[in-house]
């Protein structure tokens, strides 16, 4: 039996009609699997915080998610859009859930091992890797700041190439850091919504970014923000400027749920976000590291937030 394509869907693949049929029907996957789909709207999972941050800092409060199979069982019961991790995080269960739930393989991570003031992560899987694993889509990290810039636009030039080859959509986590920004920057209104037009000029077709502040980072931007009169007092406001500034709301726009913060403080953060015009969210810390009771609690109430 045929499902229809829901009108909204039909509008976003129109954004980028210039794709290959395989991008489309893949990132059409990803619009129509879980609680949202249709609605055009993402709530996304992502565990690569054990190759980020090291697995008793991402796991040991929740030890059940020690197990690979646990964040895919939390993901397709909750009724997520995606699950995004690294390969080996889930070459280790894929196996198990295959058609169960669109994939988004992270194609280059880091960790806390080593810190720099320019950080760059590492390519720690090919497309090919991704494509037999199973995947919906592709995804890679840019530090839009690190003096290593350079060198991660053109991997992702080169790898987002290949990956449309194969018909897999591109995700870009867009995290500007870099000894030219204070820490405050990094979060930056300016900063943030330059960091995901930087990630849609790359060819992203769903950009990730952290909830912005109010802080304006680089003087020049100052003035432009003041001579236009953007408004920026509220998380509404600045999510609806950084969705603006990828091409006119014309590029998928998601927020990341960031480090664990009580249920309260997430769904009015997400309020937020979704009154600014936001896609939806990606939150990992938040879901995981939560008894899964309650995880998959909180991801269906930001997916009721999204879906109203």
């Known amino acids: 039996m045929s499902t229809r394509m829901s009108p909204r869907v039909k509008e976003i693949l129109s954004w980028y009609k210039t794709d290959n049929n ?30 980020e941050h090291g697995p008793a800092r991402s796991f040991a409060g929740n030890a059940p998610s020690f197990d690979a199979r646990y964040h895919f069982e939390l993901a397709i019961e909750a009724g997520c859009n995606a699950y995004a991790a690294p390969f080996g995080q889930l070459a280790a269960a894929a196996g198990d859930f295959v058609g169960e739930m669109p994939l988004i393989v992270k194609m280059n991570n880091s960790d806390t091992l080593w ?15 991704a494509v037999q694993l199973g995947a919906t889509a592709i995804g890679f990290t840019i530090y839009p700041g690190s003096s290593m810039r350079k060198e991660m636009y053109e991997e992702i030039r080169e790898m987002g190439e290949e ?8 995700v870009l986590w867009s995290y500007p850091r870099g000894e030219g920004l204070s820490k405050d920057g990094e979060t930056a209104i300016d900063v943030v919504a330059y960091a995901a037009h930087i990630a849609c000029q790359l060819g992203a077709h769903l950009v990730k970014v952290k909830p912005p502040s109010a802080h304006i980072e680089q003087e ?12 920026l007092s509220t998380l509404a406001d600045r999510a ?20 664990a913060k ?47």
């Not at 990956?163 to 591109?170: E, K, M």
């Not at 020049?220 to 408004?231: D, F, L, P, T, W």
């Open 22 to 51: 395989g991008v489309l029907n893949n990132l059409a996957r990803l619009m129509n699997t879980g609680t949202l789909a249709g609605t055009g709207k993402f709530v996304i999972l992502p565990v690569d915080q054990g190759f």
């Open 115 to 129: 810190n720099s003031k320019n950080p760059v992560s590492a390519v720690t899987c090919s497309v090919r890797d």
């Open 163 to 170: 990956a449309r080859s194969y018909g897999l959509p591109v």
């Open 220 to 231: 020049a931007a100052r003035k432009a923000y003041e001579k236009s009169g953007i408004k």
């Open 240 to 259: 609806a400027h950084v969705a603006n500034s990828c091409f006119g709301g014309r590029r998928i726009v998601i927020f990341s749920g960031g480090e």
């Open 262 to 308: 009580s249920d309260t403080d997430v769904l009015e953060e997400v309020r937020q976000l979704a009154a600014g015009g936001s896609f939806g969210s990606i939150m990992g810390r938040n879901a995981f590291q939560r008894p899964r009771a309650e995880g998959v609690k909180l991801l269906k109430q930001v997916m009721a937030i999204y879906k109203s």
